[in-house]
């Protein structure tokens, strides 16, 4: 093993996605209908932002700009039920 180890994520649990879920309160601002996605798992944010020996491995922010056409859509058929 290399000494860059450290820098690779932890093995998967399911904790992270277990723990990270869409707030059911949608509001409009303007012509936007806007959500969160919050997650309640201890590791989110150091995955996020990343920490002094581990590298950002951003999740979250990814969703508005990887996801964002998936989860309007998302959004929007959940606002029809």
């Known amino acids: 093993m290399d000494g860059q180890q450290w820098l690779l994520p ?45 590298a950002a491995r951003p999740f979250l922010t990814l969703l508005a700009t990887d996801y964002a056409d998936e989860l309007r859509d998302a959004f929007i058929a959940g606002a029809k039920e």
């Not at 990270?20 to 919050?38: F, K, P, S, Y």
Request: proline share 0%.
């Open 10 to 54: 932890a093995k998967d649990t399911g904790a992270l996605s277990a723990n990270t879920n869409a707030d059911e309160q949608i509001r409009r601002e303007g012509d936007d209908l806007v959500g969160r996605i919050v997650s309640n798992s201890a590791q989110a944010e150091a995955l996020e932002k990343g920490t002094e020996r581990m």
